[in-house]
């Protein structure tokens, strides 16, 4: 009988059928940015996810300038914003951000003008050549624009956050209700709902928010008051136009696990279970039986000898039971060579026992 591929094997499972053999893909960033023998991992059963762009966006009021450099054996890279209200400048190195784009009240305000009049436009271009690239190896989840743009991959709140300013300077101002930081969120939120309606014209059916949430960075009352009326006010459009959103929770959710079971999200990306997070996959099939679970082995799990390894692998693939699939989507593991290859082959001998 001709196998079913990687595909199919996924898509079954998101569906809700039984999973016969588990399906271990990686994100298409680690394939381009690690340089490792992928194939050899691919001609043993590794499959991949891609994410493509469902949107072009047009910024009439922001010209984006951006250099590279060596500083010593690390590559830095500067990226300046430029409006007509003044400029703003970030910089990393070897892909750590160092200096964030905002610092300043008064750069809220230079970063709302950068913002102001952006239109999104809804294109399938992206997404027939990831999907042309990939055949049956793998499948696209769509995203809202691309990375290194203007910050419509994750939620307001989190771009803010994470992208433009900082956890520490961040924590302080929204502790304070900055007015400038205030008068961003509303406009980014206003803008996001607009661009998940542009996405809607699109091909792409799941769609991923790159979240990157460990509720400690923000704490349960403020995702209840942000985060929680614009996940119903975007699960509401993507709903209405049968498509499905999946969003990037890759540390601790314990303290939230009752809210992300009344919303109405399609899938937990990059779940990892401690140390990292502190839910287990037993636990998140319990909590949130309908959602389809992402999961990503610990990394702890690298330095464990085979047995273990393989024990660990069998009982995450019964705790989950249904919906699920398992990825590398937060590091590759150091001692890939022997990991990786171990974890698929105990897929695929666990499922000539099913």
Same mark, same amino acid.
């Given at each position: 009988m001709e196998s079913i591929s990687i595909r199919n094997r996924l898509k079954y499972a998101l569906d809700g059928y039984p999973v016969a053999k588990p399906v271990y893909v990686v994100y298409d960033w680690f394939v381009v940015n690690r340089k490792i023998d992928w194939q050899s991992l691919f001609d043993l059963g590794l499959g991949r996810i891609n994410h493509a762009s469902l949107i072009e966006i047009e910024h009439p009021h922001l $010209? #984006? =300038?951006? !250099?590279? !450099? /060596? =500083? &010593? $054996?690390h590559k830095r890279r500067d990226v300046r914003w430029i409006t007509d209200l003044g400029e703003l400048h970030e910089c990393s190195v070897d892909g750590w951000k160092r200096e964030h784009l905002i610092k300043t009240a008064s750069d809220y305000k230079i970063m709302q003008r950068a913002l102001a009049d952006v239109r999104f436009i809804p294109t399938d271009r992206y997404f027939d050549e990831s999907e042309q690239a990939l055949g049956e190896s793998g499948m696209?989840? &769509?995203q809202l624009g691309? +990375? @290194? /743009?203007l910050g419509y991959l994750r939620t307001p709140f989190q771009v803010v956050q994470i992208d433009f300013v900082g956890l520490e300077k961040f924590s302080l101002d929204i502790a304070m209700e900055i007015p400038e930081l205030m008068e961003l969120l509303e406009m980014m939120e206003k803008q996001m709902l607009e661009a +998940? $309606?542009?996405i809607t014209k699109t091909k792409a059916i799941h769609i991923k928010l790159w979240e990157n949430l460990s509720i400690e960075t923000m704490g349960p009352d403020l995702f209840r008051k942000y985060q929680v009326p614009l996940y119903n006010k975007i699960t509401k459009i993507l709903d209405d136009a049968g498509k499905k959103l999946h969003v990037h929770y890759d540390g601790k959710l314990q303290l939230i696990a009752d809210d992300i079971k009344k919303l109405r999200f399609e899938g937990i990306d990059s779940l990892t279970p401690s140390p990292e997070g502190d839910v287990t996959i037993a636990e998140a099939r319990e909590q949130w039986p309908e959602k389809f679970l992402w999961i990503h082995p610990s990394l702890s799990w690298d #330095?464990?000898? /085979? @047995? =273990?390894v393989i024990d660990h692998t069998l009982q995450m693939v019964r705790d989950a039971d249904t919906r699920f699939c398992l990825q590398i989507s937060e590091d590759v593991p150091p001692n890939w060579q022997r990991t990786i290859p171990l974890i698929l082959k105990t897929l695929n001998e666990s499922s000539k026992k099913h």
């Open positions: $010209k #984006i =300038e951006e !250099s590279v !450099s /060596d =500083e &010593g $054996k696209t989840l &769509g691309q +990375f @290194n /743009d +998940f $309606k542009c #330095i464990l000898p /085979d @047995n =273990e």
